[in-house]
Each structure stands twice: as C-alpha cells, then as structure tokens.
C-alpha cells in the first residue's frame, strides 16, 4: 500500500472540496445555512490530513520493523520514528530530492525504499558510501583496506520462527565512530552464494566461498544488517540508490512487548 499517493489523494479531494465550497457553494447558500454533509465532512477532515501529510512528508514518519534483520539494535515490533529531512529535503510520493542538507554516512541506520519492489521499505545499517570498497570475509568487514574494530561481548540467544532458538555471538563494532552491537552465527557460512541475485552494478563485486569483495558506485549505498548472518542486504540483492533514500531512524517509540524500549535512541 502506497500510503503517502493515498494521502496525497485525499488532502487534494478534500482540499479541492473546501475550496470550491469557499469560492463557489457557499455564496449559493443563506448566510446562516449549514452545508451539505458531502462539504463539510472534507471541509473537516482537510486541515488534519494537511497537517499528518507535511508531518510525515518532511519531517517525522513512523515505521514498524517487521524483521529481525538489524536484531539486536532493532527488534521484531519495534515501532521506530525516521528523520525525513536529515538527507534532503524531497518531493513526496516522487521521492525527489529538491533541497541537500546531510549527506548519509557509514555506520547510520537507514530507512530506503528496496531497490528490488520500490513498493517495499527495508532499514538497514549504511556500510559503504559511493566509491569505498566493502570487503567482508571470514566474518571481518573491512572497508577502504581498514578492518572494523569487533569487540566481543558474549552470546546472544532470540527465538525464530515459533520455538527455534538462535544461538549468536555478539560483538561491539565501531563504524566511523557509530559504535553499535553485530550479531555473527559462527555456524553460518560467510555468505550464501546461492542468494546472490544479478543486480545494477553488479560486475562492482567479486564473490568467493569466503565473502564478497564490492566497489560502491557513484550515488549509491551498501548496507548491511546487524544480525549479519539472517539478514537480506546489499551482499544480495545491491546497492541501495540514492533515489531510494527515505530517512534517517533515529528513536524507538513504541514496543507492546518490552516497555523498557520506548524512547531509545537508535545508534
């Protein structure tokens, strides 16, 4: 579902409606008689769809992480907020960026429309910025030559799929100074080759039973999940294109199932 069109629609309906009712309906009517219901129902509803579509448009909009991709910073039911402006100011729905402020940078959380079905909307942690080289073999990220510093911090366990218990290992990487947490499954091959589709740009990689070896294009993004080893990612499916671009998650604001993360901040 194309939320924003459908709000885009709606705020031109009802706007449409009271206008016409303001230039044209209203002088048909007494000066004390109330209009009909098909006027002042739109009429009514106009300044709140207003506001909720510039909110969402240009500043603040909520998603929900239905994955657990980027577990343990983002856990599945996680309802998150994402700065809209941060990257750009952009035309709604055409997601065309009109004004720069911010460029996105390594280590940040993205929110970006999947470049398979634009239809969809993933979030992802950006690894590669255009022209870095992402290497990642025997479970070490290395961009631009330089290992990621991983500090380990134990292991971590969550439930998959009914009672599947997952066992990980945890560790503290520091990403251009985003220190966040990474989970790497031992167990789990490097990369699984047979999940390798042709994408744009795609004679950027080389790709091995050890990993993958790729070169960022010009306005394009790698990113990659925090539960590195159960998440479908730029290692797949290619670079995120700046066009794709939805914001920057910044806090979680709701989880009906663990209070405690209400108003973290997303690192």
């Not at 449409?16 to 209009?35: E, F, N, S, T, Y």
């Not at 002042?40 to 300044?47: I, Q, T």
């Not at 510039?54 to 603040?60: E, K, N, T």
């Not at 690894?127 to 990621?148: A, C, E, F, H, S």
């Amino acid at each position: 579902m194309n939320f924003p069109l459908i709000m885009l629609i709606l705020l031109v309906i009802t706007g449409g409606i009271a206008l016409l009712d303001r230039l044209v309906l209203r002088r048909r009517r007494a000066p004390d008689a109330q209009g009909p219901w098909w006027v002042e129902y739109p009429k009514s509803f106009f300044p709140v769809i207003l506001v909720v579509f510039c909110l969402r448009s240009f500043l603040v909009e909520p998603f929900k992480i239905p994955s657990g991709s980027m577990i343990p910073t983002l856990l599945v039911g996680d309802f998150i907020l994402v700065n809209k402006y941060t990257y750009g100011i952009r035309l709604p729905v055409a997601n065309v960026k009109v004004v720069d402020i911010n460029e996105p940078q390594r280590g940040e959380v993205m929110v970006f429309r999947y470049p398979v079905n634009p239809s969809m909307d993933y979030i992802k942690r950006i690894i590669g910025i255009p022209g870095d080289t992402v290497t990642y073999r025997d479970k070490q990220l290395t961009v631009n030559n330089i290992p990621v510093v991983m500090e380990p911090e134990g292991e971590y366990t969550y439930v998959e799929s009914g009672l599947n218990y997952v066992y990980n290992r945890r560790f503290r990487e520091s990403l251009d100074g985003h220190k966040h947490d990474i989970l790497i499954n031992p167990d789990a091959p490097d990369i699984q080759l047979g999940g390798v589709h042709p994408f744009p740009h795609h004679q950027n990689c080389s790709y091995d039973d050890r990993g993958f070896a790729c070169k960022v294009p010009a306005n394009h993004y790698f990113t990659m999940g925090d539960n590195r080893d159960s998440s479908s990612d730029s290692r797949y499916w290619g670079f995120v294109p700046e066009r794709n671009i939805v914001g920057k998650a910044f806090m979680i604001w709701w989880n009906f199932n663990d209070l405690k993360r209400i108003g973290l901040s997303i690192k």
